[in-house]
């Protein structure tokens, strides 16, 4: 158990739907980044958030908005969705701070599997 | 910039055999290097990591990487395979001295024939 929790844990919908994948990350890691797998693009870098703020953006559509809230989880918002956001959307999360404490070392979830119709 | 290819993006081996995955990286500072594995159907979790002490680092399940300046390499290697080593393997590069943007490598594909 890596103490990273994702909800849900599967989720199924229709294209032009919009839905919404919760995160909540270890205890006392203040760093959430939010990743893509799919078959054919392999594991993309969506966001990631550093207490609360925008850390580093990858290939997140426009389509797609994150936050990460006071009390440090996170939610990942996909909108208009296509058959193509077919996917496993992780959530890691890491300490996050800068000092010798944090190696930059991911703690992942089990991810959230998307289907979309 | 930093980043990591990883040669082969399907490896397999014979049960018992060696295990040779390969990483390459790029980064303009001393960089934290990390193997991550995936198992089907669910995250990936960290077998061993790098983080400027020992060159020849050990993980779970007997694996072990050497990190190689002179080659910018990070190979993950164990002695004798076994059929639960088959997964998907991700080699992933960050900068040292805190906090930094992880990379990710395409990740390879281990089949363990028995």
């Known amino acids: 158990d890596s103490g990273v929790t994702q909800t849900p844990k599967h989720l199924i919908t229709a294209t032009g739907q919009r839905v919404t994948l919760r995160c909540s990350p270890r205890?006392?890691?203040?760093?959430v980044y939010w990743y893509q797998q799919s078959l054919d693009q392999g594991l993309q870098f969506l966001i990631q958030y550093y207490n609360g703020e925008e850390r580093a953006k990858g290939n997140i559509l426009e389509r797609f908005s994150a936050q990460q809230f006071p009390d440090l989880h996170s939610e990942l918002n996909l909108s208009s969705l296509e058959l193509g956001d077919s996917a496993l959307y992780f959530c890691?999360?890491?300490?996050?701070?800068?000092?010798?404490?944090?190696?930059?070392?991911?703690?992942f979830g089990e991810g959230s599997r998307l289907t979309v119709l | 910039a930093q980043s990591v290819t990883q040669l082969g993006s399907h490896v397999s081996v014979s049960e018992g055999a060696l295990v040779l995955l390969r990483c390459n990286y790029s980064?303009?500072?001393?960089?934290?290097l990390f193997w991550y594995v995936q198992y089907p159907n669910q995250g990936l979790q960290l077998l061993l990591k790098y983080t400027s002490a020992a060159t020849l680092v050990k993980g779970i399940n007997g694996f072990e990487a050497e990190f190689k300046k002179s080659e910018t390499s990070f190979h993950l290697t164990k002695p004798s395979a076994h059929m639960s080593d088959a997964a998907e393997y991700f080699c992933?590069?960050?900068?040292?001295?805190?906090?930094?943007?992880?990379?990710f490598g395409t990740g390879t594909k281990l089949q363990v024939i028995p």
């Open positions: 980064s303009s500072v001393p960089p934290y």
């Open positions: 205890s006392g890691d203040l760093s």
């Open positions: 992933a590069v960050t900068r040292s001295g805190g906090y930094q943007k992880v990379t």
């Open positions: 890691a999360s890491s300490v996050g701070g800068v000092g010798a404490g944090d190696t930059g070392e991911l703690f």
